[in-house]
């Protein structure tokens, strides 16, 4: 148990369907990320949110919007999606500095994603 | 711009044996280097961090990774592997002031053998 949760753990959608994965982190941390994890690909950074401001969006489709009402919860709000989409999203917080890079992340178990 | 490179997608030790995951990197700045894992059905766990303090970093669950700057290199060891020590392994690099921005390995996957 790292302290970030993630709801729900498997989700099945069609390519029509609007849908919302959800993240909460009860480590009082400033920063929170999503990520996509595929198979056999690395890992790849999607959105970064410091002090609920977005500070990255490292080229994301837009039928993902991300969303971070406060310093405690994430939302990745999906519609129309491909099912070159289907994989594990992870959401990660993290606490320190803006710029420093060496803080360690902690990561959620993830939500399994199926477009079909 | 920053890359890490895990050699071996897939690695196998016999229990009790050396654990060696290999990870290079390339930054043009001193790097900050991670080690996570990832056991089935979980997200990733922080195994141990390099920040530049002693280039021998020990972690949790016996791990262990030395810095070394003249190789590029950050490989990960444990003396003696367990069976609980089966999942994926992870490097991931961030340069001094990269906003956040860690970028993964492909991921090593080790098997432990009884």
């Known amino acids: 148990e790292t302290g970030v949760t993630q709801t729900p753990r498997h989700l099945v959608m069609g390519m029509t369907n609007k849908k919302s994965l959800k993240c909460e982190q009860h480590l009082g941390h400033n920063a929170m990320y999503w990520y996509k994890q595929s198979a056999k690909k690395p890992l790849e950074l999607m959105f970064v949110y410091s002090l609920e401001e977005r500070v990255e969006n490292n080229s994301v489709p837009s039928r993902f919007s991300p969303e971070c009402p406060n310093s405690s919860h994430l939302f990745l709000h999906l519609h129309t999606l491909q099912p070159e989409d289907s994989a594990l999203y992870l959401c990660?917080?993290?606490?320190?500095?803006?710029?420093?890079?060496?803080?360690?992340?902690?990561f959620g178990p993830g939500t399994r994603l199926l477009v079909l | 711009a920053q890359s890490v490179t895990q050699l071996g997608s897939h690695v196998s030790v016999s229990e009790g044996a050396l654990v060696l995951l290999r990870c290079n990197y390339s930054s043009s700045v001193p790097p900050y280097l991670f080690w996570y894992v990832q056991y089935p059905n979980q997200g990733l766990q922080l195994l141990l961090k390099?920040?530049?303090?002693?280039?021998l970093v020990k972690g949790i669950n016996g791990f262990e990774a030395e810095f070394k700057k003249s190789e590029t290199s950050f490989h990960l060891t444990k003396p003696s592997a367990h069976m609980s020590d089966a999942a994926e392994y992870f490097c991931a690099v961030s340069d001094r002031g990269s906003a956040r921005q860690l970028t993964f390995g492909s991921g090593t996957q080790l098997t432990v053998l009884p």
């Open positions: 990660a917080s993290s606490q320190g500095d803006l710029l420093a890079g060496e803080e360690t992340q902690y």
């Open positions: 390099y920040t530049s303090a002693a280039t």
